[in-house]
């Protein structure tokens, strides 16, 4: 089979002819029909990410594709989704709803678990809440503004550039600014933060009392230090997510959310976005719009 593998950090990707995956007991072959492209693979890719994989590695976390038997699925796993075909354990196959495209299959359960567990599981959620997105029209922003506008939250999205708005405010955004122009007043209940760095220290002092800051990802730099006192004085609280391990510790956690997704999408009150589809070959263009924060919704690879 091909797979797009990356020799090295900052080395170019390179399309290459390696064994096919044997299937262990437990496990299925899938033939992926579409990666998603996760941010994770370019903070890899660019030596950012705590957990480095050995080199050479093939990156990707999130696909959907068919089982030998054309059965259509979905599935997150530990790398491995930028080939033409992966081994997955069974558990962690989900089925591709009828209707959906392997692109968006690869853009949904990763993608919105981010959103949906933290705003289900560990903020305290009321109804007509203020909830403001950052990076709001990128593959988890887009997930939170539909996530938090199902649960019946006023969405509040902010992106790096104008191009971005108009799709936030089409999935749901009541206001959609860019992040300069943000109102200097703006206070809010929740803040999805992908972002981090000065985003991330600045959304603390936007919080309401009893509000609550959601720390996802560090796309645009790491986090500043935060001292106890910021939060104790401001009556808030920040909570952090990484579904990677919480796969690991709480499965049972995960396999509910999913399931109450899979309802969302199919009433039709989420649905992934899907930016862009490359074929494999071109994986680096797809990698190049992603880090050039051009992109919105998902970077989709099609092997
Ligand atoms: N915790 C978890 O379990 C988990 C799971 C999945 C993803 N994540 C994290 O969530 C974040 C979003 O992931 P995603 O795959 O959905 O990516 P994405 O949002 O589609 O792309 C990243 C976005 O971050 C923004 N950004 C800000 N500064 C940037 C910079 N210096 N370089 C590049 N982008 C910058 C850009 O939007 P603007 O231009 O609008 O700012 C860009 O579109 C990432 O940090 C990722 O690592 C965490």
């Known amino acids: 089979m091909r797979a797009a593998v990356l020799p090295a950090v900052d080395a170019p990707f390179e399309l290459r002819e390696v064994d096919d995956p044997v299937p262990a007991d437990g496990k299925a072959l899938v033939r992926v029909r579409a990666a998603g492209i996760n941010f994770l693979d370019v903070l890899i890719r660019r030596g950012r990410y ?48 009828d209707g959906a495209t392997f692109a968006e299959g690869a853009g949904f359960i990763l993608t919105f678990l981010t959103a949906y567990v933290p705003l289900t599981r560990q903020v305290r959620f009321e109804e007509a809440q203020t909830v403001l997105v950052h990076a709001a029209a990128g593959g988890v922003g887009s997930a939170a503004i539909q996530v ?7 969405v509040i999205a902010a992106a790096g550039s104008a191009e971005k708005l108009e799709l936030c405010r089409e999935l749901g955004a009541a206001e959609a600014y860019v992040y300069d122009e943000l109102p200097d007043d703006l206070r809010v209940d929740v803040v999805v933060d992908p972002v981090g760095g000065e985003l991330f220290e600045a959304a603390v002092a936007r919080l309401r009392p009893l509000g609550q800051l959601v720390a996802i990802g560090y796309a645009g730099g790491l986090w500043p230090e935060l001292q106890p006192a910021q939060l104790v004085g401001r009556n808030v609280g920040v909570q952090g997510v990484y579904i990677g391990r919480l796969l690991r510790h709480a499965p049972d956690v995960i396999a509910a959310a999913t399931r109450e997704l899979l309802e969302l999408w199919s009433s039709r009150r989420i649905r992934p976005v899907v930016g862009a589809e490359f074929p494999l070959a071109e994986v680096e263009d797809a990698h190049a719009l992603v880090e050039s924060r051009r992109s919105v919704g998902k970077v989709v690879l099609v092997p």
């Open 50 to 97: 705590p957990q480095m994989p050995e080199f050479p590695a093939v990156l990707g976390v999130e696909l959907a594709g068919e089982l030998e038997d054309g059965t259509r699925v979905m599935s997150m796993i530990p790398a491995g989704a930028y080939a033409e075909l992966v081994s997955v354990p069974r558990a962690s196959l989900v089925p591709l709803p």
């Open 148 to 154: 938090a506008r199902a649960l019946g939250a006023r």
